[in-house]
């Protein structure tokens, strides 16, 4: 590796590891327990996955924008989803549905051996790929194609995470869960999400409220 990808690897100032604790301690104090997945974010170059330009800012617990009107997901709220596909679960195979910046699937590509990861918006997804070829994290399938539809021929699914929220649950999602997955999808319209939780325990799915959230719409199609 070369010295300045090892320097922007580590981070300095604002991105440095110091920094990076900080955040960390935010999200324990907001009652992430899962140590497997703290350790993993207070690795993960979170900078890298942003404009320069906002890099200062990359440890901040918000959302920041990333082009196309999307955005990246809040720290706490990618701690909060994988922490709770985790639990109680071995997950072997997991698909993300709105792969963004790639940062969530960074993550996950740390805890999960096989991670799939699916994107409407071309550049995006070209974007993120290139960053999974700069980490390194080989165990990450993407597609440029409308998630809502999931990865039929890739099912079932040890877990399924929508970082996009639809108005009311794509039906075709949950018929990719294996037998004991779950699926963590935020849903409703603007202003009136919230989080939930499915849990598929044979012919059955148990569906619990997590909270109130704030996510980009899920939409239909694809854009080059
Ligand atoms: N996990 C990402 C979140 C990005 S925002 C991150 O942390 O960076 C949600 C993403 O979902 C956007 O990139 C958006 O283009 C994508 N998305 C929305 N609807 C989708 C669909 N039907 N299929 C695939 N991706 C979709």
């Known amino acids: 590796m070369s010295s300045v ?62 082009g196309h009107g999307q955005t990246i997901s809040q720290p706490y709220m990618v701690a909060l989803m994988t922490e709770l596909l985790l639990e109680g679960s071995h997950v072997n195979k997991i698909l993300e549905v709105g792969t963004g910046s790639g940062y969530q699937t960074a993550i996950l590509s740390k805890l999960v051996p096989t991670v799939y990861s699916v994107e409407r918006i071309k550049p995006l997804l070209n974007r993120a790929r290139e960053k999974f070829r700069q980490l390194r994290l080989n165990n990450i399938l993407t597609s440029y194609s409308d998630g809502g539809w999931g990865w039929p021929n890739k099912a079932p699914f040890d877990a399924i995470i929508v970082t996009a929220a639809p108005e009311t649950l794509p039906a075709s999602l949950l018929g990719q869960l294996a037998d004991g997955g779950k699926l963590i999808i935020p849903m409703g319209k603007k202003g009136e999400q919230e989080l939930f939780l499915f849990h598929r325990l044979g012919d059955k799915y148990h569906k619990k409220t997590i909270e109130k959230v704030s996510f980009v719409p899920l939409l239909k199609g694809k854009i080059d």
């Open 5 to 66: 990808m090892s320097s922007s690897l580590t981070g300095v100032g604002m991105t440095s590891q110091r920094t990076r604790n900080r955040l960390i301690s935010l999200l324990k104090k907001n009652h992430i327990k899962n140590d497997k997945v703290l350790n993993v974010m207070s690795e993960m170059p979170r900078h890298l996955f942003v404009d320069e330009a906002l890099s200062s800012r990359a440890y901040e617990n918000i959302s920041l924008p990333i």
